[in-house]
């Protein structure tokens, strides 16, 4: 048993559930749970695992005195709140490849039912009527159908549509037209997408971008007798806009599967209509995604708390476990670096830029830019982990950037981080990973070339003239203090008569010490950084 406490707040797969208890978690299934309950169960929990009823909310996030991470069993996260959660340095995960087919599915029967009235023929046979006339359909074939995001969801539904001859237009700006190329869909902007459609789907979170994205004006840009469908979030369409719609006789059928409030409140209009099929947020509802689901949430909450790999995260980048075992030694040197840089830099900074060299300048650094910043507010912010660490940094005034270059550089792989500071001074140090044992290094101070090992206790970072004797009255005066020097680097500015020169401690030297070589007359600067 490690003792790591994971709160399943609401029903998963009984799978999910031995997954976590065979890899030794705590686990606690607290089902129905009330918000005073979940408080008081979170306290001491170290994830929580969710479904779509219960609220992790900021009041709750407050209560969690040891939580890392958040598992939602779907794809939705409407109720975690993720500003909060990113705050609290609280990583967000969800399964969005568990309900994909389950969700694909469900879309494309309401799309089937409100091309053949299936429901609305049921429930008259099943009244004791037999009326054909009143069911004629439609046919899918040679119509088009718009679909609005394509991921996951939508790639799967637009595959089910081709198969059954309709021609699909795409409206993502994140699709590539080789990815389009590759699914057999148009690209289309989302104007266009309306104006050509003979069926709409949506499959986008609900975001300010996408709140109401099919309102009125929507609505008006279509053909007359369209059909609109939405199972992915409840107010990408807007139900009074709907409601109008289908009165007029612009929508001729449509289908619904989540609402603006759940559960769809009794007198609400859109029961009027015949011609609108609805369901109770059954996306998920099969028993494959329920599984895949329980399974997945499961498998990286355990990879989150055991090897620090995140999958699936909202808030914060992903990276597996091989990737994470292999870009390691770089998280550890980016996080020395800022923290390096935040202590040898007397002012207000104002600006952290991290540039990425040789290989590191090919790949996506998130994650390494993360480590900078978490670095950097080690000393100065409580609490600062690479989920919060660009808020706090935000919170400063600090703008970050992240820069990946080609220019050449003297190692395989090189970090540098370079704060500029009010008065417009500048400081940073650089720094690389050496040897089979992949030991970080500082090998660059403000220009100066250096040898530092940032993962030793301490080091002293002293401005000096360049004379003779300097290192041994330096020496002399920490030796006086009980102070002992572990290594030294030494760097000479040519012509200029200075130096600088950075001594590895054994422990952080007194206060005495630091004023009597501040006293000196030699020594311009003196800077301690503390690395534990």
């Not at 607290?30 to 929990?45: F, V």
């Not at 997945?296 to 999958?311: H, K, M, Y």
């Not at 870009?327 to 935040?342: H, M």
């Amino acid at each position: 048993m490690n003792n790591q406490k994971v709160l399943v707040a609401d029903p998963i797969s009984p799978k999910g559930v031995e997954l976590l208890k065979q890899k030794g978690f705590d686990v606690v299934e607290a089902y129905g749970s009330t918000p005073d309950q979940i408080k008081e169960l979170i306290k001491d929990a170290e994830a929580v695992i969710v479904r779509s009823e219960t609220k992790i909310t900021a009041d709750v996030l407050a209560c969690a005195e040891k939580l890392k991470a958040v598992g939602r069993a779907g794809v939705g996260v409407d109720n975690i709140d993720i500003p909060a959660a990113s705050e609290k340095g609280v990583v967000v995960m969800n399964t969005p490849t568990g309900n994909t087919i389950a969700t694909a599915e469900l879309t494309f029967t309401h799309m089937l039912c409100g091309t053949r009235p299936i429901s609305q023929a049921n429930a008259s046979i099943h009244s004791g009527a037999w009326d054909r006339k009143s069911f004629k359909g439609t046919e899918l074939k040679n119509k088009v159908l718009a679909v609005l995001g394509m991921g996951r969801i939508g790639a799967e539904v637009a595959k089910r549509a081709m198969a059954f001859g309709m021609k699909v237009l795409a409206y993502d700006p994140f699709l590539t037209e080789a990815r389009a190329k590759t699914l057999g869909v148009e690209i289309v902007p989302l104007e266009e997408a309306f104006k050509r459609a003979d069926y709409v789907t949506v499959h986008m979170p609900l975001t300010e971008a996408t709140k109401y994205m099919i309102d009125e004006k929507a609505f008006d840009l279509m053909k007359k007798g369209v059909r609109v469908f939405n199972c992915a979030r409840g107010g990408i369409i807007k139900e009074t806009a709907l409601v109008e719609a289908l009165k007029s006789g612009k929508v001729a059928a449509a289908g619904l599967d989540v609402y603006e409030s759940e559960p769809l409140a009794k007198d609400s209009p859109l029961r009027d209509f015949p011609n609108l099929v609805l369901t109770p947020h059954l996306g998920a509802s099969t028993k494959e995604a329920q599984e895949s689901c329980g399974i997945e949430v499961a498998e990286v909450i355990a990879d989150a708390l055991q090897s620090g790999a995140i999958r699936n995260a909202i808030n914060k980048p992903s990276i597996d476990a091989e990737s994470m075992k292999q870009i390691s030694p770089y998280v550890v040197l980016c996080e020395k670096l800022g923290l390096f840089v935040q202590q040898i830099s007397p002012e207000r900074v104002q600006k952290l830029t991290i540039k990425f060299f040789g290989k590191l300048g090919n790949i996506d650094n998130k994650l390494l830019t993360l480590a900078v910043q978490k670095g950097y507010l080690s000393k100065i912010a409580e609490n600062a982990n690479d989920v919060n660490a660009p808020a706090k940094m935000k919170h400063l005034g600090i703008e970050v950037e992240s820069i990946n270059s080609n220019a050449d550089v003297d190692y395989a792989e090189l970090v540098e981080v370079v704060a500029t500071c009010e008065k417009g001074t500048v400081h940073s140090a650089a720094g690389t990973v050496t040897g089979k044992s992949a030991k970080p290094r500082i090998v660059q101070v403000d220009a100066h070339s250096m040898e530092i090992n940032p993962c030793g206790r301490c080091v002293m970072v002293l401005k000096n003239q360049d004379t003779p004797g300097m290192v041994g009255i330096i020496g002399t005066i920490l030796g006086k203090f009980g102070c002992n020097i572990a290594n030294m680097s030494l760097s000479r500015e040519e012509g200029a008569g200075r130096a600088l020169s950075a001594f590895e401690l054994d422990g952080i030297p007194a206060g005495e010490a630091l004023a009597d070589l501040k006293a000196l007359g030699q020594i311009e600067d003196v800077k301690v950084v503390d690395f534990a």
